[in-house]
């Protein structure tokens, strides 16, 4: 809101608000948007989202942006449809033109003349469109417009960190300033997470169709603190387990030891089944999935095992790939985990502890799960060759030493 409101970054055109999967990315667009419009600071807001056609391409932005200016802006419902009369055709042609002549030129027509409107536009989901090229277009766009309109609009822009949307945030920083806002834990999401869970299941303690039986000290302490670590501060899981808790279906007790994994499901009901779809839409992004599939394999196979601990650089070196191969191939991943570099090695981070869960299982992943014992015996087939060739090595230097 202090950006929005020019408190800070004056001179910034676009923030780009992104963090992992299941951040609460959306619930804070919606309210700035919510907020914004009540004070009249809202021009336009548009939401990508995957599973809806109408909103899982580019086609439909502009049109959308147009005709929430003609709403907010009435002095620019007369220049937008004098184009529209002109050229039917405008909405076929690239965005780019459509976006000039139907919301940059009636504005800036209108500011040239001494009208005051709303400046903001809230792109929220940017990577649910499913043209990853349009998306970083999109951003191009906003840069190049800024350059022949400035300061007319401010775009408040949603996402989670996808490679190529920083790649083109990047570029956009290079011919004009870009604000950045990083949903991570420096804003303590724990402790919101803890007191979200505790209001809600004090909510379904109070007001549940099988209230009677429950007991007075439900949930304890620590079950609030087992579901809050499971978050890893990510409002999705938390969420998602409140809704599957709060189900009439069955006792909010019991739901909730299916989701501490206390007991097993009934009726396949699955508490997470939302976050498993988020999970296999992002993997299903990925360029080379077997190989994606061995790394994360690997990865956690090594975690299993107290003779070597688990970084990228002994990885690469089990599957036989050449240096920063992992890197690479888990770009697609962004926004799931990172690599960090720690000390001399880089490690593999994961923003949801349940995402690991989901690859283990075959029920949730399906054909994502990953292959334990296969990534057991690369990691044994690895040990022998070092070693091997590590006995090689000394045998050869032993010989000359005695020859």
């Not at 919101?192 to 099988?210: A, G, N, Q, S, Y």
């Not at 069955?250 to 909730?256: G, K, Y």
Request: net charge negative.
């Amino acid at each position: 809101m202090d950006w929005v409101i020019g408190k800070v970054d004056t001179e910034t055109f676009m923030l780009w608000l992104y963090g992992p999967a299941g951040s609460g990315k959306t619930a804070i667009a919606r309210t700035i948007a919510e907020r914004c419009e009540t004070q009249g600071l809202l021009l336009a807001s548009f939401l990508f989202f995957r599973s809806d056609p109408n909103r899982n391409t580019m086609t439909p932005l502009v049109a959308n942006i147009s005709y929430c200016v003609t709403c907010i802006v009435p002095g620019a419902r007369k220049p937008i449809n004098t184009v529209l009369e002109a050229d039917p055709l405008i909405l076929s042609y690239t965005m780019e033109a459509q976006f000039t002549k139907l919301v940059l030129e009636p504005l800036q027509l209108l500011a040239d003349q001494g009208h005051k409107f709303p400046r903001l536009v809230v792109i929220d989901g940017l990577d649910e469109c499913l043209d990853t090229h349009a998306q970083a277009n999109l951003i191009k766009l906003l840069s190049s417009s800024q350059a022949r309109y400035p300061l007319l609009l401010k775009f408040l822009i949603v996402s989670r960190p996808e490679t190529h949307i920083k790649l083109a945030v990047a570029l956009a920083g290079e011919r004009s300033t870009v604000s950045r806002l990083e949903l991570n834990d420096d804003y303590l999401p724990d402790e919101d997470i803890r007191l979200f869970l505790t209001d809600k299941l004090r909510e379904i303690k109070m007001c549940h169709p099988f209230r009677s039986g429950i007991p007075t000290n439900w949930p304890s302490k620590q079950q609030i603190s087992a579901l809050v670590c499971k978050a890893s501060g990510q409002f999705i899981y938390s969420s998602l387990a409140v809704r599957f808790i709060n189900s009439s279906c069955d006792s909010p007790t019991r739901q909730l030891d299916i989701v501490l994994e206390l007991r097993p499901p009934i009726n396949q009901d699955l508490p997470f089944a939302e976050l498993d779809t988020l999970y296999t839409f992002i993997l299903s992004r990925t360029k080379n999935l077997t190989l994606v599939l061995q790394i994360l394999g690997v990865n956690d196979a090594f975690f299993e095992t107290d003779s070597f601990e688990s970084n990228v650089e002994r990885i690469e070196s089990v599957l036989g790939l050449e240096e920063g191969d992992v890197r690479i191939y888990l770009s697609a991943l962004n926004s799931l985990l990172e690599v960090r570099e720690s000390y001399s090695d880089h490690h593999l981070v994961f923003y949801h502890s349940s995402f690991m869960d989901f690859m283990r299982t075959p029920q949730r992943s399906t054909g994502y799960c990953i292959d334990g014992p296969k990534s057991h015996s690369l990691i044994v087939r690895w040990v022998f060759q070092v070693f091997t060739g590590n006995f090689g090595l000394w045998l050869r230097s032993s010989i000359q030493l005695f020859a």
